[in-house]
């Protein structure tokens, strides 16, 4: 069955953001996140020009507590003066009071909805009767509409971003890990807002797993259309990685869901320096929106209920790999089956088809054929030196074909995000590492230069390594 290459993209409501657009017509928006400590202004303030210049649409910043907002309100006030007028985004977690006070002066403000007035998960089931969670509902809408009126009076807008990874154990005691949990997280507090008459709002459900993060997506979009919602959706992948892997992770699930019209905003969560993210963001974006490239590049897909075939006349080879990864890995799935991958381009060796065939197919889930790795996207909570710390990691468990490892920052996401994961290397303090089987901490805040060893013994006494 041959498949025809058609764009109609989904309509949503338009958000302001300081003087960009987020859906509504809109272009699809292009952004990233600082991985400076927030508190370093000078470093924050050249990073973020240098990502504007690059073509950051929005620039998002971790805000832990009162100190990091204070340093963002100084770094606001340095672009405004420098002329840089990207909207600026402050990511909060585990502390509303840092949301409002941060609405009253950036753009947009991120909240997670699994930590927002919830407590850190801790993997517990709670039985709650119908009373105990409408008052837990209850007090989620009255800490909320704070922050709601503030955002009304400055003109800042919101994104409910909700993670899998950091899903509050409330959901999880009443939904599971699932995306029914996911849409119900946001929803939630989507509902509250579409209460009060607040319109200003962005949409996310990240997962480090594609499938997860696609049939989320899927399934907000249609609760929101059972609702007579239409709110813009941001798309990523989370932890997706660095190098090629993170590359072919993102371009698949967000690939999946451009295809089929889904996607106000971009950001492609790789562990390398955030300029790096946005080429990779506007490639996918120019891809399917520009529907002119994918006739000229001569595309042809073939799907049969075994294979899908894949041919383009691409010759630059990097967007080969974005856009074959962008068009196929839905197509290995969507019918519930998983399938054979053929790629077909003038300009590579049938070797390396055969080599992005299989990343492709492992990115989508349906293939494990070497190590995997999850890791996070560098942020001012990092607690080590990331990209290094992944090629060590690399360097000692690469041979070790069909396990997966997680390589995290921090603790916001990395317990729940890396569950399905074989491992974990967690930074728990500065300097300090926390090693986990699945979502289970085995090994607590061991020193940084002893933690790939142990990581090494951890797995060889499990009679995997």
Same mark, same amino acid.
């Given at each position: 069955?041959?498949?025809?290459?058609?764009? &109609?993209?989904?309509?949503?409501?338009?958000?302001?953001?300081?003087?960009?657009?987020?859906?509504?017509?809109?272009?699809?928006?292009? &952004?990233?996140?600082?991985?400076?400590?927030?508190?370093?202004? @000078?470093?924050?303030?050249? &990073?973020?020009?240098?990502?504007?210049?690059?073509?950051?649409?929005?620039?998002?910043?971790?805000?832990?507590?009162?100190?990091?907002? +204070?340093?963002?309100?100084?770094?606001?006030?340095?672009?405004?003066?420098?002329?840089?007028?990207?909207?600026?985004?402050?990511?909060?977690?585990?502390?509303?009071?840092?949301?409002?006070?941060?609405?009253?002066? !950036?753009?947009?403000?991120?909240?997670?909805?699994?930590?927002?007035?919830?407590?850190?998960?801790?993997?517990?089931?709670?039985?709650?009767?119908?009373?105990?969670?409408?008052?837990?509902?209850?007090?989620?809408?009255?800490?909320?509409?704070?922050?709601?009126?503030?955002?009304?009076?400055?003109?800042?807008?919101?994104?409910?971003?909700?993670?899998?990874?950091?899903?509050?154990?409330?959901?999880?005691?009443?939904?599971?890990?699932?995306?029914?949990?996911?849409?119900?997280?946001?929803?939630?507090?989507?509902?509250?807002?579409?209460?009060?008459?607040?319109?200003?709002?962005?949409?996310?459900?990240?997962?480090?797993?594609?499938? !997860?993060?696609?049939?989320?997506?899927?399934?907000?979009?249609?609760?929101? $259309?059972? +609702?007579?919602?239409?709110? @813009?959706?941001?798309?990523? !992948?989370?932890?997706?990685? +660095?190098?090629?892997?993170?590359?072919?992770?993102?371009?698949?699930?967000?690939?999946?869901?451009?295809?089929?019209?889904?996607?106000?905003?971009?950001?492609?969560?790789?562990?390398?320096?955030? +300029?790096? *993210?946005?080429?990779?963001?506007?490639?996918?974006? $120019?891809?399917?929106?520009?529907?002119?490239?994918?006739?000229?590049?001569?595309?042809?897909?073939?799907?049969?209920? *075994?294979?899908?075939?894949?041919?383009?006349?691409?010759? $630059?080879?990097?967007?080969?790999?974005?856009?074959?990864?962008? *068009?196929?890995?839905?197509?290995?799935?969507?019918?519930?089956?998983?399938?054979?991958?053929?790629?077909?381009?003038?300009?590579?060796?049938?070797?390396?088809?055969?080599?992005?065939?299989?990343?492709?197919? &492992?990115?989508?889930?349906?293939?494990?054929?070497?190590?995997?790795?999850?890791?996070? @996207?560098?942020?001012?909570?990092? =607690?080590?030196? =990331?990209?290094?710390?992944?090629?060590?990691?690399?360097?000692?468990?690469?041979?070790?074909?069909?396990?997966?490892?997680?390589?995290?920052?921090?603790?916001?996401?990395?317990?729940? *995000?890396?569950?399905?994961? $074989?491992?974990?290397?967690?930074?728990?303090?500065?300097?300090?590492?926390?090693?986990?089987?699945?979502?289970?901490?085995?090994?607590?805040?061991?020193?940084?230069?002893?933690?790939?060893?142990?990581?090494?013994?951890?797995?060889?006494?499990?009679?995997?390594?």
């Amino acid at each position: 069955m041959n498949v025809l290459l058609t764009y &109609q993209r989904r309509v949503s409501c338009a958000v302001k953001v300081g003087k960009t657009y987020i859906g509504g017509g809109s272009p699809i928006r292009i &952004q990233t996140m600082a991985n400076t400590d927030t508190n370093d202004v @000078p470093g924050s303030v050249e &990073q973020t020009m240098r990502c504007a210049n690059a073509g950051a649409e929005l620039m998002r910043f971790t805000t832990q507590g009162t100190k990091e907002v +204070e340093s963002l309100r100084v770094v606001a006030d340095i672009l405004k003066k420098n002329g840089c007028e990207v909207p600026l985004v402050a990511d909060v977690h585990f502390n509303p009071n840092v949301a409002d006070l941060a609405a009253q002066f !950036v753009q947009k403000v991120r909240i997670n909805p699994g930590n927002y007035i919830d407590p850190a998960r801790q993997f517990r089931h709670i039985d709650y009767t119908e009373e105990e969670y409408a008052a837990e509902l209850n007090r989620l809408k009255n800490r909320f509409c704070i922050l709601l009126d503030i955002c009304k009076k400055n003109g800042t807008a919101i994104r409910i971003g909700v993670n899998h990874g950091s899903l509050s154990d409330r959901i999880m005691s009443r939904y599971g890990d699932t995306p029914a949990g996911m849409v119900e997280s946001c929803m939630e507090f989507l509902r509250v807002a579409v209460a009060e008459r607040f319109s200003n709002v962005v949409l996310s459900v990240k997962s480090s797993d594609t499938r !997860v993060m696609v049939e989320t997506v899927r399934l907000l979009v249609n609760t929101m $259309d059972k +609702e007579n919602m239409a709110f @813009p959706i941001h798309l990523g !992948v989370t932890e997706a990685g +660095e190098g090629s892997d993170g590359r072919i992770r993102s371009a698949v699930g967000i690939g999946a869901l451009l295809a089929e019209g889904i996607g106000d905003t971009i950001r492609v969560s790789l562990s390398e320096p955030p +300029e790096n *993210e946005l080429p990779v963001a506007r490639e996918l974006r $120019d891809y399917f929106v520009d529907s002119d490239s994918i006739r000229y590049h001569g595309v042809m897909l073939d799907v049969t209920d *075994e294979q899908v075939t894949y041919t383009s006349s691409q010759t $630059d080879r990097s967007l080969f790999v974005l856009q074959s990864a962008a *068009e196929c890995g839905r197509l290995l799935w969507n019918d519930g089956k998983s399938k054979a991958l053929k790629l077909c381009s003038p300009n590579m060796s049938d070797e390396e088809l055969d080599v992005l065939s299989k990343d492709i197919r &492992q990115a989508a889930g349906v293939l494990r054929y070497k190590t995997e790795y999850v890791s996070c @996207p560098s942020c001012g909570r990092t =607690l080590f030196d =990331l990209p290094q710390v992944i090629r060590n990691v690399r360097a000692a468990t690469g041979h070790l074909a069909g396990l997966k490892i997680a390589v995290m920052g921090c603790i916001v996401n990395g317990p729940g *995000e890396m569950s399905d994961a $074989d491992y974990g290397y967690v930074g728990a303090a500065r300097g300090k590492v926390s090693l986990y089987r699945g979502k289970v901490c085995v090994v607590k805040n061991i020193e940084q230069d002893k933690a790939v060893e142990a990581l090494l013994q951890l797995i060889k006494e499990d009679g995997r390594g």
